[in-house]
């Protein structure tokens, strides 16, 4: 057997113990991905004290980009939340429009307040304001539900600051900004398709409609009326947007500017992720808190209450790098570049279908992107044309594919809206899978024009 054939085959069981490890042994992906990478490192003869060195090496570098833009991310987020500006966007949007109106509304709306925050917890939190609406309008709450759900998981799929995204911006040395500007072209009309249009043909399978009355209502953290003020709802608006807003000015303000004036050196720095939302969590300080009468001590409960979920969310990252790291330290990324030429796939479809069979297997749309970007990123080199910023968002949203009982969402979309087991496969499964395809249609498109 070749060397070649044997690191390909090796990695192969590291990937296989890696799905093994979570769905059968039930370890958290954090551990797993520790385990499979210096396993990996160790069957390849690289000596136990040299795997975990790479394992080391792999986890630093991934984090030393993802962790502090979620960080920000989520900092912002909470800030967002807390102070009323997230609420204040979504009763904006719903108002008293007609019945027929709202889940667009919505799922603009929800598509804006998830730009800066988990999914999980954006989720949570505008969960009574779905109860309050179907109440209000006397519709079915999947009417409003679903929607809701369409818009925040298209900012979560595609869009940086979130996890997937933005693991492999680090992982393929891609560009923030582009990745932001390409995922939005593709965000806004997915969001219109998998929000308001499916619900509408979705509507007849809705089954039996939960009990409005039962309703949970969960803790978002500082109340908006503890507020000395209303918080603007135009503040809240440019809080959303002004990291995207600065990322994208600096992205073609660098294209337009020649290197080493004072100009494209502003420029730069604003298309730094770092940069950006550091800006916007400073603005939403004193625009959302200070301005609308918050404590300090109420601004620091803000901030911290949305870092809670990110810590498991920053070792799954750290990990994956790692088991990326050691791919390439066992020649894994070398036989895959030397054959990747070879191969009939187009590198986007190759990506989107590893990433999708990751997160059928693994459950979650975090953990498949870090273990995809691992078997994918040599494609980057492999071929010199290939845009790293698509290839970002063809691993993104390829795990977001077919999520079913192994993803905590599912569960989450479940318990919260009342439903069946069935139900859930037919909307929210039927949601996700949709947004997944079209995106990879949307990709695959934009391939054509961008180089």
């Keep these: 057997?070749?060397?070649?054939?044997?690191?390909?085959?090796?990695?192969?069981?590291?990937?296989?113990?890696?799905?093994?490890?979570?769905?059968?042994?039930?370890?958290?992906?954090?551990?797993?991905?520790?385990?499979?990478?210096?396993?990996?490192?160790v069957?390849?003869?690289?000596?136990?004290?040299?795997?975990?060195?790479?394992?080391?090496?792999?986890?630093?570098?991934?984090?030393?980009?993802?962790?502090?833009?979620?960080?920000?991310?989520?900092?912002?987020?909470?800030?967002?939340?807390?102070?009323?500006?997230?609420?204040?966007?979504?009763?904006?949007?719903?108002?008293?429009?007609?019945?027929?109106?709202?889940?667009?509304?919505?799922?603009?709306?929800?598509?804006?307040?998830?730009?800066?925050?988990?999914?999980?917890?954006?989720?949570?939190?505008l969960v009574p304001l779905v109860y309050a609406v179907a109440q209000r309008t006397g519709s079915h709450l999947l009417f409003v539900g679903l929607p809701m759900a369409a818009g925040l998981y298209v900012s979560h799929g595609l869009l940086p600051p979130h996890p997937s995204p933005t693991v492999a911006v680090q992982a393929y040395d891609a560009s923030?900004?582009?990745?932001?500007?390409?995922?939005?072209?593709?965000?806004?009309?997915?969001?219109?398709?998998?929000?308001?249009?499916?619900?509408?043909?979705?509507?007849?399978?809705?089954?039996?409609?939960?009990?409005?009355?039962?309703?949970?209502?969960?803790?978002?953290?500082?109340?908006?009326?503890?507020?000395?003020?209303?918080?603007s709802l135009v503040l809240s608006l440019v809080t959303v947007l002004l990291p995207a807003a600065l990322m994208l000015t600096g992205t073609l303000g660098t294209a337009v500017t020649d290197k080493g004036a004072w100009a494209h050196t502003l420029f730069e720095t604003c298309d730094t992720p770092v940069v950006s939302l550091i800006a916007a969590v400073v603005f939403a300080f004193f625009a959302l808190g200070v301005r609308s009468g918050f404590g300090l001590g109420q601004l620091q409960k803000m901030a911290a209450k949305g870092l809670g979920p990110v810590g498991a969310i920053v070792l799954i990252l750290g990990a994956g790098g790692a088991l990326k790291e050691m791919l390439s330290a066992t020649g894994v990324d070398d036989v895959i570049s030397h054959y990747a030429v070879d191969?009939?796939?187009?590198?986007?479809?190759?990506?989107?279908?590893?990433?999708?069979?990751?997160?059928?297997?693994?459950?979650?749309?975090?953990?498949?992107?870090?273990?995809?970007?691992?078997?994918?990123?040599?494609?980057?080199?492999?071929?010199?044309?290939?845009?790293?910023?698509?290839?970002?968002?063809?691993?993104?949203?390829?795990?977001?594919m077919l999520s079913h009982v192994n993803d905590s969402g599912?569960?989450?979309?479940?318990?919260?809206?009342?439903?069946?087991?069935?139900?859930?496969?037919?909307?929210?499964?039927?949601?996700?899978?949709?947004?997944?395809?079209?995106s990879l249609g949307g990709i695959l498109l934009l391939s054509t024009v961008i180089g």
Aim: proline residues 7%; contains cysteine; hydrophobic residues 55%.
């Design 43 to 125: 069957a390849n003869g690289i000596s136990p004290a040299k795997a975990v060195e790479h394992y080391e090496s792999g986890f630093g570098d991934a984090l030393s980009g993802t962790g502090p833009v979620i960080g920000l991310g989520t900092l912002l987020g909470g800030i967002l939340l807390g102070s009323g500006g997230a609420d204040r966007i979504a009763t904006a949007f719903i108002g008293s429009r007609p019945l027929q109106w709202v889940p667009a509304a919505i799922t603009g709306a929800a598509l804006l307040i998830g730009m800066p925050h988990l999914f999980d917890v954006s989720f949570v939190m």
């Design 343 to 400: 191969w009939s796939i187009p590198p986007l479809l190759l990506a989107w279908g590893t990433a999708a069979l990751l997160r059928v297997c693994l459950g979650s749309a975090t953990v498949a992107t870090a273990a995809a970007t691992g078997i994918v990123a040599p494609l980057v080199g492999a071929y010199p044309g290939l845009s790293p910023e698509l290839l970002v968002l063809a691993t993104a949203s390829g795990a977001v």
């Design 176 to 231: 923030t900004g582009l990745t932001l500007l390409y995922g939005l072209i593709i965000a806004i009309p997915l969001a219109i398709v998998s929000g308001p249009l499916l619900t509408k043909v979705a509507a007849r399978w809705f089954g039996p409609a939960p009990d409005l009355t039962k309703g949970p209502v969960p803790d978002t953290g500082p109340a908006p009326q503890e507020a000395k003020r209303p918080v």
């Design 410 to 438: 599912f569960w989450l979309f479940k318990e919260y809206f009342q439903l069946s087991v069935a139900q859930t496969f037919r909307t929210w499964t039927l949601m996700l899978s949709l947004q997944s395809l079209l």
């Design 1 to 41: 057997m070749s060397a070649d054939v044997q690191h390909l085959l090796l990695a192969a069981a590291a990937i296989v113990v890696l799905v093994l490890l979570i769905t059968k042994a039930k370890l958290h992906p954090f551990l797993a991905l520790t385990v499979s990478a210096l396993a990996l490192g």
